[in-house]
Every structure is written in C-alpha cells, then in structure tokens.
C-alpha cells in the first residue's frame, strides 16, 4: 500500500517552502528543489500623477497602486501554480498551507478545485522564523508527526 505523502507549505510574502511528511514517526523533510522566491520589489518611477476632473477645472491626485500588494499577490499565484502541477503529477495526496493571515488569503483565493480538494487545513501564523519542530507541535493538530 502506498503511503499518504502530504506536503506542509510554509510560507511568508517572499519565500516559501515545502516540507514533505510521509507518515506517522517520520517528522518532516524539506523537498529539494520546492523553495520559491518572490520576485524583487519594484518601486514606482516617479510621484503619483495628477488627472484633471471631469466636474470642473479642480484638479485631483491619481491614487498610487500598492507595489507590494501586488507583488504579494502575484507571488501566492505563482506558489499556488507549483503547488497545482505537483498534485496534478501526484507528487503529493493532501497539502498543509502555514503562511501568515495576509500571505493565507492570497494563497486561499488561488487555490483551484482539485488543489483545494487535496487541502487538510491551515494555520495562520507565520513560522518562518521559527525553528522546524515548533512548526511541527502545531501541525500534531491535524497530522500525526
């Protein structure tokens, strides 16, 4: 009988990680090749602009768009389409998502039907500067390590 290889995904706003548990007794093992960057922030080239305003000769500020907001999203649909071709070549039976509540949302609202059929549950906190086995008390909730 095949075992139920699950992969824990831990990850923040520029880095994630997968770790892979195989098992009741094995703990969990970081999966080479499965850690992913986000790519640099850009900053903006200039100030916000100016628009001129329809009512009148007023002018107005031109709202400036979150560079880092968009980057974030950008990196959780990045990870979510890894994470996406893994399961479909069945690299994995269920998946663990840990990020922070912000980087979480991003990453829940990628998430495809048959990636989020595969998902076990989540934790929203941000272990990525914790060591390994706090990371694993926390997951001895849905899994047994």
């Known amino acids: 009988m095949k075992a139920v290889i699950s992969w824990v995904v831990l990850a923040n706003a520029r880095v994630a990680r997968v770790y892979e548990h195989a098992g009741p007794g094995k703990g969990l093992t970081a999966r080479q090749g499965k850690t992913w960057h986000a790519a640099p922030l850009r900053t903006h080239r200039d100030r916000a602009g100016v628009g001129h305003s329809i009512a009148g000769p007023g002018i107005r500020a031109v709202e400036q768009t979150h560079l880092r907001d968009l980057n974030d ?11 996406s071709k893994a399961y479909l ?12 509540p912000h980087m979480l949302g991003l990453l829940r609202t990628n998430l495809d039907t048959p990636l989020s059929a595969a998902l076990l549950g989540e934790i929203p906190k941000d272990f990525s500067n ?11 909730e849905l899994i047994a390590i």
Do not use: C, T
């Not at 070549?89 to 922070?100: H, T």
């Not at 914790?130 to 001895?140: H, I, K, V």
């Open 73 to 83: 999203a950008q990196f959780a649909k990045e990870v979510i389409g890894h994470l």
């Open 89 to 100: 070549d069945k690299s994995f039976d269920r998946l663990i998502l840990v990020a922070g």
């Open 130 to 140: 914790q060591p390994l086995s706090s990371l694993e008390a926390q997951l001895g």
